[in-house]
C-alpha cells in the first residue's frame, strides 16, 4: 500500500508537504501541489480511511440496524437512511438482527469499537417483549449517541423517531364509524410490540367515544403454530356480523381483502378495509387497499438528521422525541 511516506521520499520533500498539497493548503505552491496529486494518481495512492478517522476521532459512518429487511417499512426505511447519509457526507453499515436480541447485542458491540460514530437502530421483537434494554442504555453510557425509530423504549434515554401510532389506528377506527360500521375487528400481527400496544389502544378509545355503537371491542392477534391466513380465516367464522376490520401491521389487511372476497363479500359496500401497508402491495390488490401512510422516507430521513446534529453537538443534554403524522389514504375498500 503506497503512504503518504513512499509519496514524501519519492519527491523528497517531508510527510507534512505531501498532506498539505493533496489537501490544496494554500501553505503549498500551486507547482508542489500539481507534482504530489500526479505521483499519486499515478501510484493509485488512497488515504488509510481508518488511520484518518482515528485521527479526527471521527468516522463519518453511521451504524444501522434493523429488526427484519423483508419487512417493507424497515427496508423503505433503510434506503431513506441511506440516502440522507450519503447526502450529509456519511457512509453506513447495516446490520441485522432478525428480531434476535443476541444479534442486535453482537452488531452493537461489533460497530461500537470505533468502527461508527453513533447508531440508528429499529428494536428488535426480543428486545422489546423481554423489555432488556441495558445492552442499548450500555452504549449510551459510553458517549455513542443513538437514534432509535419505530420502535422505541421508555426505558431508553436517547433521541427518537416515531409516528403517532395511537392517532393513526384512532382516525382510522373513526373513519370506519362514520360510515356507519357496527362490528369493527380489529387485526394485528404486532400484539407484542409498542407500536402494536398502541395501535390497539388507538382502536380501543376511538370505540369507547362511539356512543352509537353497541358492539365489544373484537381484537384479534396471531397465534403461535397458526398461519396469518388460518387466523383471519377463523376471524370470519367467529364474527359472522363483521362489517369493518382495521388491520395494523404490514400484511393481514390484504390477507384479510382476499378472504372476504373469496367469500364473497361485496367491497366495501358490506366490508370496509383498512390497513397499515405500504404502496408495495397496492399493486396486487383489486379493490386498492385504503391504508394508514406511515411516511417511512420521512422517518428514515428524520432520524440520519437527528443523529447527525447530535454528532455536531455532543454537549447537549437534551433528548427528543420526532413525532412523524401518518396520513389516512382512502381507495377502493372503504366508502
Known sequence: MVTL???AEQLNVSIST???ALHDSDEISPDTIERVKALAKFLNYKPNRLAVSLKNSKTNTIGVIVPNILNHFFAK??????QEATKQGYNIITCLSNELQSKEINSLQLLSNGSVDGFIMSMAQETQVANKVDHINAILSQNIPIVLFDRVSEDIDCDKVIIDDFGAAYEATKHLLSEGRKHIVL???IDELSVGKLRTS????ALSEASNYTSEPVVVTTKKGKSIEEVIEQLFID????DAIISIDNTTGVIALQKALNLNFSIPKELSIIGFSD?????FT???LSTVSQHTLDIGKASVKMLINNLNDKTSVNRTTKTIKTKLVLRGTTL
Do not use: C, M, R, W
Open 187 to 189: 387485526v394485528s400481527d
Open 18 to 20: 505531501v498532506s498539505k
Open 77 to 82: 426505511a433503510l434506503f431513506a437512511i441511506e
Open 286 to 288: 383489486n379493490p386498492k
Open 5 to 7: 511516506k513512499h509519496l
Open 279 to 283: 404502496e408495495n402491495v397496492l399493486q
Open 202 to 205: 388507538g382502536y380501543l378509545e
Open 239 to 242: 364474527n359472522s356480523h363483521i
